[in-house]
Nanobody, 120 residues
Framework: VQLQAYGGGLVQPGGFLRLSCAARGSIFSINVMGWYRQAPGKQRELVAAINSGGITTVANSVKGRFTISRDNAKNTVYLQMNALKPEDMAVYYC???????????????WGQGTLVTVSS
């Protein structure tokens, strides 16, 4: 199973970006999918997560600005980021709790990270 994240880039403060992350491989089902971020010199932190039923968890620091959603048919999770601030600048990683077809076990997979730069 691989997670491919994309959509990062350079944006001015107040701007927006949409991140996507698609899971591919021997997947039977996916429970929680989420986005984390890690800024230089800081620990990785949860940004938002969503379960297969659509229930979401969103960090207070981004609540009201970021929205997480998913397309279960495509095994894809999205992060719509609006009103971006310089403090949102980080490498964003997606992850997913996957039940694999190959051995019917649950694993947590991580994407490769996509850089979001917020600067004027």
């Amino acid at each position: 199973v691989q997670l491919q994240a994309y959509g990062g880039g350079l944006v001015q403060p107040g701007g927006f970006l949409r991140l996507s992350c698609a899971a591919r491989g021997s997947i039977f089902s996916i429970n929680v999918m989420g986005w984390y971020r890690q800024a230089p010199g800081k620990q990785r932190e949860l940004v938002a997560a969503i379960n297969s039923g659509g229930i979401t968890t969103v960090a207070n620091s981004v609540k009201g600005r970021f929205t997480i959603s998913r397309d279960n048919a495509k095994n894809t999770v999205y992060l719509q980021m609006n009103a971006l601030k310089p403090e949102d600048m980080a490498v964003y990683y997606c992850n997913a709790d996957v039940l694999t077809r190959s051995d019917s076990s649950w694993y947590k997979y991580w994407g490769q990270g996509t850089l979001v730069t917020v600067s004027s």
